[in-house]
């Protein structure tokens, strides 16, 4: 099965995009399956270069210390493999202003700053082409990247109706649970890289102690009956939802093991330190060798250039271009 995801190096992964989408990675993982960091749409923000370029090694260990296995999969840079800047110049010519200046995050991003970049505007064209270029049937993401898979579905069809069959359609894959985990702080918001209060997210490499201390303070509600009811607890069942996701069981046999919220609490809290160990040993163990990390990006990239450079000529091709 052809599979393409990736994640913006826009800050240290958290517990989001972990259970939301690189859990899901590692375990469809196949000689088939593409993962990318996508460094170029980290610059749709404000980012330091020397950050951009520590963040983007750090994230590379992240994506091995999960589980990916570059001898199965193929992890590489986004930048490295030209067709993706070169395939957005044909897709901005496919999709249109309104469909762009329509999607939720954009909107979000461009209200919190003035003078927003272009790039933040086409950023789901670049995205679209990400998975296109891999002919990928499936994209496993959180829920937030829903519109953005929709959209390029749309670019997708109408390219094939106007140049003739060109793309594969691909699907959005989501987990049962934990799709769209939420900030501990503010249970109606997702847990996110850029707006983030620091009690609300939890990193893939947090201390314990930092661990527990979040759980223990996460908003919750007061009428301390253990249920699983995303309207009326929201706080309790995304620690539910985190809870199921871990351990395998379904949040309704979770909450129903416990009838008080510090209890559950705290067995979340060993349960996320426990799962998270051995991705943080192994974390620190790469980041030891950043020389072998751009080794293993550089080799992915070249197998991915292999892939994406004939669906891009077929597509430029199409298009009328020599
Ligand atoms: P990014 O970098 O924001 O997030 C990476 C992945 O993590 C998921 N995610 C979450 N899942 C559950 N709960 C959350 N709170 C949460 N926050 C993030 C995201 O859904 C995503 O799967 N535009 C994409 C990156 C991208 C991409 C692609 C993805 C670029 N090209 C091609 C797939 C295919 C993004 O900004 O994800």
């Known amino acids: 099965m052809r599979i393409l995801s990736g994640m913006q190096p826009s ?25 990318c960091v996508v460094d170029l749409h980290a610059l749709t923000l404000q980012i330091d270069p020397e950050k951009l370029r520590e963040q983007t090694t750090d994230l590379l260990a ?10 199965v999969c193929t992890v590489f840079l986004q930048s490295q493999v030209p067709y993706h800047a070169q ?18 995050q954009f909107k979000e991003k461009a209200q919190r700053q003035e003078g927003y970049r ?14 296109l ?16 898979l929709e959209l390029a579905r749309v670019i997708a069809e109408r390219f094939n109706n106007r140049y003739g069959k060109t793309f594969t359609v691909p699907v959005a894959v989501q987990p049962k649970v934990a799709a769209r985990v939420m900030d501990l702080q503010e249970p109606t918001r997702k847990m996110s890289k850029s707006v983030s209060s620091p009690l609300g997210s939890i990193y893939l490499f947090d201390t314990p ?6 759980v223990r303070k996460a908003v919750t509600d007061t009428d301390n009956e253990v249920r699983f009811d995303w309207e009326h607890k929201p706080g309790l069942s ?5 809870y199921s996701s871990f351990s395998g069981d379904k949040p ?3 909450a129903g093991r416990y009838s008080r919220y510090g209890d559950l609490k705290g067995d979340l809290a060993t349960l996320i330190v426990e799962s998270l160990a051995p991705i943080q040993r192994r974390y620190r163990e790469l980041l030891a060798d950043p020389g072998e990390l751009h080794a293993v990006a550089m080799r992915g990239s070249l197998k991915a250039a292999e892939v994406a450079g004939p669906v891009y000529h077929r597509a430029a091709r199409a298009m009328g271009l020599l």
């Open 118 to 131: 272009v790039g933040l505007l086409t950023y789901p064209v670049l995205m679209a082409g990400d998975i």
């Open 133 to 148: 270029l891999y002919e990928a049937a499936e994209v496993p993401v959180g829920d937030d990247q829903r519109q953005h």
């Open 87 to 104: 395939l957005n110049w044909l897709l901005e010519c496919v999709a249109t202003y309104g469909e762009l200046s329509r999607m939720t």
């Open 252 to 254: 309704d046999d979770v």
């Open 11 to 35: 800050g240290p992964m958290h517990i989001g995009n972990y259970l939301g989408a690189v859990k899901q990675w590692v375990a469809t993982q196949n000689h088939d399956a593409f993962y």
């Open 62 to 71: 992240s994506y091995l210390a999960c589980g990916l296995d570059p001898d």
């Open 209 to 214: 102690a930092d661990i527990e201390r979040k």
């Open 238 to 242: 995304n620690l539910l939802e985190m």
